[in-house]
C-alpha cells in the first residue's frame, strides 16, 4: 500500500486542474511495478467530512493514473477503502496491477485515527509505504495508525522532501536566506523564531512586514496589523540581532483606498503610508533591495508570497522575487500552496531547485517541529504486531 496525497484541485466538472502531486508519486509507483507488487493507492480528497460524497471521489485520478502509467498497467478503481469487496477486488488483482481505494475520508475513521479502521487497512497489505509528504503532519489513521500493525517506510518522495529540506534549512550551503511573506505574523511566529536562530538573513514581505514596522513606532494606514503580536516580533528582533540573523523589511509599498484589484494605487516609501489606505505589495525599491540581498546567497527558502498577488495590481512584487529566485544560482526550496501557485501561474516551476507538495508539512518543518506521519516509520515499525508479514 502506497500513501499518497492526491489531494489534487478540480473544476466544477471534476477534472483535475493541477496533478503535480500525481506525477510526484510516480517514481515510487513505477519502482513497485517494476518489482511486479501489487499496488494499493489510499488517499484523501477535500474534506467530506467522514460521509460518502461523489464530488471528492478518486475517479479522476484513477483516469490520470492510467495516463500516466500506460496501458500496460491496468489501474482499479475501488468500491471503498476498506471490506470485504475491496478484499475480493485485491486478491482478483494480478502483480503489476495498481488499485486506489475511495477517499479515505468517506470513513470518519480515518481523521479520528481510529485503530480498527485502522487495522482494516492494514489488513488489505504486506507493506506500507508512506509517500504523503503533504499530509504527514496530521495524526490520521493512514498516516500512523497503520504503522502498528505492518511494516513501513519512506516512499521515494517523502525521503526526497525530507533530504532537500535538510540541506536547506539544517545543514545548507552558506549564505542561506529565508524570503517569507503572507498575512500574520502570529502564523509564522514559531517559523521565524526557528529560522531567526538558523539563517543569514530574512526577507520580510507581505502583511506581517506591517507589524514589524508598527513596532518600530512607525504608521501603517489600514494595513493588516496584530496588535498583540507587537512586543512578540520586538523580541524576535532581539533574537535575530543576537543571532547574527540580518532582518530586511520593505522600504517602500503599493498602496491602495481599498482591498480591490480596480482601485486606485500608488507607491509610496514605509514612512509615508496614508492614514486611509491599504499597503497591498511591496514597491519596486524593496524589490530592488531584496534582489540584492538574494545575490550572494547559496541557499534561498521561500515561503508566503510579498502581496495579495490574486490581484494583478499587487502581484507585480511576488512575481520579480519568482524571476529573481529561478535566476539565482543558489539552492531554492519553496513551499507552502500561495507560493506553490505563484511559480505554477508564472510557468516557472521547472527553474527553481526544488517545489515542496505540501504546505502544513513544509510549514511544521520550518517551525522545527516534529512529522507524525515521518516519525512513526521509525518509531512503529520496531513494535509491529508479531501475527504481521515481516519484510524480507
Known amino acids: 500500500m502506497v500513501r499518497t496525497d492526491y489531494n489534487v484541485p478540480l473544476d466544477d466538472e471534476g ?32 474534506r467530506p467530512e467522514g460521509k460518502i460524497n461523489p464530488k471528492y471521489s478518486l475517479k479522476p485520478v484513477v483516469r490520470r493514473l492510467q495516463r500516466f502509467l500506460g496501458e500496460k498497467v491496468k489501474v482499479i478503481m475501488a468500491e471503498d477503502c476498506i471490506g470485504p469487496k475491496v478484499k475480493k477486488q485485491i486478491e482478483e488483482m494480478h502483480y503489476g496491477d ?4 475511495e477517499n479515505l475520508r468517506f470513513h470518519p475513521g480515518e481523521e479520528k485515527n481510529d485503530p480498527v479502521f485502522a487495522k482494516e487497512l492494514a489488513s488489505l497489505c504486506d507493506v506500507l509505504i508512506q509517500d504523503a509528504f503533504g499530509n504527514c503532519h496530521r495524526k490520521h489513521a493512514s498516516m500512523i ?26 545543514n545548507p550551503m552558506r549564505p542561506v536566506v529565508a524570503l517569507l511573506g503572507g498575512a500574520k505574523v502570529s502564523d509564522k511566529i514559531k517559523i521565524l523564531e526557528n529560522l531567526a536562530k538558523k539563517m543569514d538573513k530574512i526577507l520580510i514581505g507581505g502583511a506581517m512586514a506591517f507589524t514589524f514596522l508598527k ?37 517602500d509599498f503599493v498602496v491602495a483606498e481599498n482591498f480591490d484589484g480596480q482601485a486606485e494605487t500608488k507607491v509610496v516609501p514605509y514612512q509615508e503610508i496614508p492614514e486611509k489606505w491599504i499597503a497591498l505589495d511591496i514597491g519596486p525599491a524593496t524589490t530592488k533591495l531584496f534582489i540584492e540581498a538574494l545575490q550572494d546567497a547559496k541557499t534561498i527558502v521561500w515561503n508566503g508570497p510579498m502581496g495579495a498577488f490574486e490581484f494583478d495590481a499587487f502581484s507585480r512584487g511576488t512575481y520579480a522575487m519568482v524571476d529573481a529566485v ?8 519553496v513551499g507552502g ?33 516534529e512529522l507524525p506521519g515521518v516519525a512513526s516509520l521509525s518509531d512503529r515499525r520496531r513494535s509491529v504486531r508479531s501475527s504481521s508479514p515481516s519484510l524480507s
Open 145 to 170: 495508525g497503520i504503522d502498528g500493525y505492518v511494516p513501513s517506510a519512506a516512499g521515494f518522495l517523502l525521503k526526497k522532501e525530507i533530504d532537500y529540506f535538510e540541506k536547506a534549512v539544517n
Open 326 to 333: 529561478t535566476t539565482s544560482h543558489a539552492s531554492t526550496i
Open 15 to 46: 477534472n483535475i486542474t493541477d496533478d503535480t502531486r500525481i506525477r510526484a508519486t510516480l517514481p515510487t509507483i513505477n519502482y513497485l511495478l517494476d518489482e511486479e507488487a501489487k499496488v494499493i493507492i489510499a488517499s484523501h480528497l477535500g
Open 215 to 251: 513596532a518600530q513606532g512607525f504608521g501603517v494606514g489600514k494595513s493588516l496589523v496584530e496588535d498583540s503580536m507587537l512586543d512578540v516580533v520586538k523580541n524576535l528582533m532581539d533574537i535575530s540581532k543576537k543571532n547574527g540573523t540580518k532582518l530586511y523589511l520593505p522600504v
Open 98 to 101: 495498481v488499485i486506489v481505494l
Open 337 to 369: 500552496g500561495d507560493t506553490d501557485m505563484a511559480f505554477h501561474k508564472s510557468g516557472k516551476t521547472h527553474e527553481v531547485t526544488f517545489i515542496s507538495t505540501g504546505g502544513g508539512a513544509f510549514l511544521k518543518l520550518l517551525e522545527g517541529g
